[in-house]
């Protein structure tokens, strides 16, 4: 008896040994879920498909560190197809599964749950996209475009044709492209109010869904109008149109700059490629290309695991936003939790959570934003990237442009709200 006493003794001293020598910051404290909308189906699946997989793949890393202070991340999508009526399904599934922030997918969602993320206090996010009065945190506490919006890429965009013609846009002629449904219309506002300011001819041309009929437009941009510059807002399948249209009318691509939806890979090669694309200036708000610290430690996680890199790595613009997304997401959390130093947390404390993010760059990858609780967009910067020699090619640093301007807009939105 006493032998077998003695060595269920030491056994039970080294089960205890082992115990204790895990460090405490190994044990999961539980989860912390994010609410993840997306497209892998539906009209601008070739955004979504690229995108919500750099999502995961950054909640993966960080959760294969350990976690957010002890807690793994839960990244929970559901694929609403675009349509707003399963996007109001899926917030009220995420909500039900205790999701403490949103990465809303789409304007006509973004809009359509406002009024449902402030009262159920839970903020969301509309990187890029969505109501660009939204940047107004004391209006609109619980919705974050954590991006350059509509209106500031409008204004960023005239900023980038007026250097390109030489500093002036005195009597020129701008054309605007736009996918006709809310979100293609609402930086006309800004772009009227730009047009009057620096004395140039604003023309507007409204290509209506799904955005695969557009040679008249075309004709008439580059033919009767004869526009000095285009600057596109398309999206889905349109900007690939857009480039073999243009291209086909004999009309320069380096004349053309595109909002953020018409800048990915997917985009060009919807186009017939690179070389069909030489010259085509593209907007983005987040870094492109493979080479950032992030994306060689989401490759040397996949190795560790014996797997290849995801091949929607090769699609850098909308992947590479994915990560940023989720980045931000994930670091309003370390904030709330840091901030709530014990207990569980809640919409309200990732809203501040949001709000305390600075400077947090991921290497590049992320432009310096400033997330204030009065600023929920971050500053309104962005990069203009061009096509050239079968590659994107960075043209400018990371910019904001009449600020002014989109600060009068905002709080003129705000008057009416």
Partial sequence: MRPILAIMTALMLAAGSLLTAIPSDAQSKGEIVIGVQCDRTGPT??????????????????NSKGGVEGYQIKALEIDHEYKVPPGIEAYERHKKEGAVTMAVYGTPHIYAMAA????DRIPGTSPGFG?????????????FPIAATYWSQGAAAVDFVKKQLGGSLK?????????????GREPIEVLEDLATKEGFQLKTFAVPPPG???????LDIAQRFKADFVIGHLFGGAPSVSIKEFKRVGYPLKKFVSFVWGSGEANIEG????????????????????????????????????KPAPKEMASTVFYNRGVLIAALHVEAIRNAVK?????KITGEDTKKGFEKISNFTLGGLVPPLKITNTDHEGGGLVQIWQVHDGKFVKVTDWYAAYQDVVAKHIKEAGAKK
């Fill in 45 to 62: 699946q070739v955004v979504g498909t690229v995108l919500c997989p750099g999502f995961h793949d950054y909640v993966a890393l960080i």
């Fill in 116 to 119: 449902k993320l402030t009262e």
């Fill in 131 to 143: 109501s660009a009065a939204a940047a107004d945190g004391i209006r609109y506490p619980y919705i």
């Fill in 171 to 183: 009597g020129k002629k701008i054309a605007f492209v736009f996918y006709d449904n809310p979100a």
């Fill in 212 to 218: 695969v009929e557009m040679g008249a437009q075309v």
């Fill in 271 to 306: 186009a017939g490629g690179f070389a069909v694309a030489e010259g085509y200036y593209v907007m983005q708000f987040a870094g492109v290309g493979q080479d950032y610290p992030v994306l060689n430690e989401i490759r040397e996680m996949y190795k560790k695991q014996g």
């Fill in 339 to 343: 901030a709530k130093g014990s207990g």
